[in-house]
């Protein structure tokens, strides 16, 4: 929650990922929204799926409202390394579509990981790895 101009306005997180039919894949990227909720711990973070596996974004959209009366915005981030077909506009088109059923909220699209020092950090441990 966070006071602007006298309101408390409720925000929450929807991490957006592909979605994969691996049970394996699933299970990574639940522990990485487990993660999420821990550093963004006064936020209320969700993890959904693009595609492929459950909980898909239409679901995950009206679960926030559901549980969060009053919820002002939800500020939606992909978990997508680039900027492909699904970030310019499968999901900002399921968005749009969120943004009419419920005209209210403000639905916000961050970007995807991208070409980002911290990543290339992780890489860089993966290749150590292998040396």
Known sequence: MN????LIRMKAVMIVGHGSRSLKSQEEFKKIIEVMKQKLAHTKVYGTNMELAEPLMEDTIDEIVKENSGISEIIVVPFFLF??????????????EFREKYPDIKITFGR???ADPMIAEVLTARVNEML
Do not use: S, T, V, Y
Request: glycine share 14%.
């Open 83 to 96: 900027e492909g077909m699904h970030i310019r506009k499968d999901i900002p088109e399921k968005l749009d």
């Open 112 to 114: 995807p990981l991208g």
């Open 3 to 6: 006071k602007k101009e006298g």
